[in-house]
């Protein structure tokens, strides 16, 4: 006998996807992606002298550091789980060619030591570019307002080395010039620096959101933009052609730049090739969610770990984020 009264009961349905988000345990044992400080890089700009350490203005929570000051922030980050850092170098001196981008006491060829003195296990990753090294903030070496390939790789190179030299596990082109990759990957061999791996800004995309960094590592350049060696935003065919090309010169770990606005570069990337993939959420996705939370319009925590988990998600097995070691202490708490 039903009674008429009673809410109609159970649809007719022979799955209810609900089911399986009912309470925290279900929810753990469904997930598909996961997060893990071991995933994580944690950029560091380094300065010259000792005890420093400044803010970054326009990103609040990251810090300028000299190398002995990076060390204990470095310490702090693998003692929170996280295995990895990036090195930026903000040297005392700039010239035309970015020379001191290769001087064996620059501010990360210091620090590369310094940090492998401290802490053996860390692996340190280097950013080689010429951008924060030359008096006019460009990646290369200029002809009026051109930057020259070839002159410029063969910087990079000196760059890359003087990092190798200096106990770099990982180097990282960022620079977008052609060749580059097959160039240092010729000179590391060529040294005895075989086992130097190289991470290659594969894909780097000429974005707004690097606006924060260019104050954090003084690289803003003095005219012009990068868009006449960064890939042009609307491209996805060409980004592949681009991480093809580095893997056949021999990258080791490909990565996508910035991160949250190209998750579909991501997972093309991804899918395509199967190869380690980076992907850096880059200073400018920091600085806004840091803004938005700042003025009490986002939750942070629960907005920076979003974010993380899609770029996961996307496909990336490594993420560069300035939010490393809050986000290894958020998942330590779990
Ligand atoms: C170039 C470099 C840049 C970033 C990393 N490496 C800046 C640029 O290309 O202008 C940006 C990283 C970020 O925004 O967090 N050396």
């Known amino acids: 006998m039903s009674n008429p009264s009673a809410p109609t009961s159970s649809l007719p349905l022979?799955?209810?996807?609900?089911r399986l988000r009912r309470s925290a345990g279900i929810r753990g044992l469904v997930r598909e992606t996961r997060l893990s400080p071991e995933q994580f890089i944690y950029p560091l700009f380094i300065v010259e002298g000792a005890g420093v350490r400044r803010e970054v203005p326009s990103m609040p929570?990251?810090?300028?550091?000299?190398?002995?000051?990076a060390v204990a922030e470095a310490r702090a980050a693998y003692g929170e789980g996280v295995p990895a850092v990036l090195l930026f170098g903000l040297p005392a001196h700039k010239d035309?060619?970015?020379?001191?981008a290769e001087a064996p006491d620059g501010p990360v060829q210091a620090a590369t030591r310094l940090l492998k003195q401290a802490l053996p296990d860390l692996v340190v990753?280097?950013?080689?570019?010429?951008?924060?090294?030359?008096?006019?903030?460009?990646?290369?070496?200029?002809?009026?307002?051109?930057?020259?390939?070839?002159?410029?790789?063969?910087?990079?190179?000196?760059?890359?080395?003087?990092?190798?030299k200096a106990g770099a596990d990982i180097v990282a082109p960022s620079?977008?010039?052609?060749?580059?990759?097959?160039?240092?990957?010729?000179?590391?061999?060529?040294?005895?620096?075989?086992?130097?791996?190289?991470?290659s800004y594969a894909a780097k995309y000429c974005s707004a959101f690097y606006g924060p960094f260019r104050d954090a590592a003084d690289s803003a350049p003095q005219f012009g933009d990068r868009r006449r060696h960064q890939m042009d935003p609307p491209n996805i065919e060409e980004a592949l052609r681009e991480v093809e090309m580095d893997l056949e010169e021999g990258a080791d770990?490909?990565?996508?730049?910035?991160?949250?606005?190209?998750?579909?570069?991501?997972?093309?990337?991804?899918?395509t090739f199967g190869h380690p993939t980076a992907a850096y959420q880059v200073s400018g996705e920091y600085a806004m969610v840091k803004a938005a939370a700042a003025h009490g319009w986002i939750d942070e925590s629960r907005a920076m770990m979003e974010s993380l988990i899609a770029i996961r998600r996307a496909g990336a097995d490594m993420i560069i984020t300035y939010y490393a070691r809050e986000a290894a202490r958020l998942l330590r708490r779990g």
């Open 14 to 18: 022979q799955r209810r996807p609900r």
């Open 61 to 69: 929570g990251v810090f300028q550091l000299s190398a002995d000051e």
């Open 175 to 199: 620079d977008m010039m052609d060749g580059r990759v097959a160039a240092i990957r010729a000179a590391l061999d060529a040294e005895g620096f075989e086992q130097v791996a190289i991470m």
């Open 253 to 271: 770990i490909v990565m996508v730049k910035p991160a949250l606005p190209y998750l579909d570069v991501i997972a093309r990337v991804k899918d």
């Open 96 to 100: 035309e060619v970015g020379s001191s």
């Open 125 to 164: 990753v280097t950013d080689v570019c010429l951008c924060e090294y030359t008096s006019h903030g460009h990646c290369g070496v200029l002809r009026g307002e051109e930057i020259l390939n070839d002159e410029t790789v063969a910087r990079l190179v000196g760059a890359a080395l003087s990092h190798a």
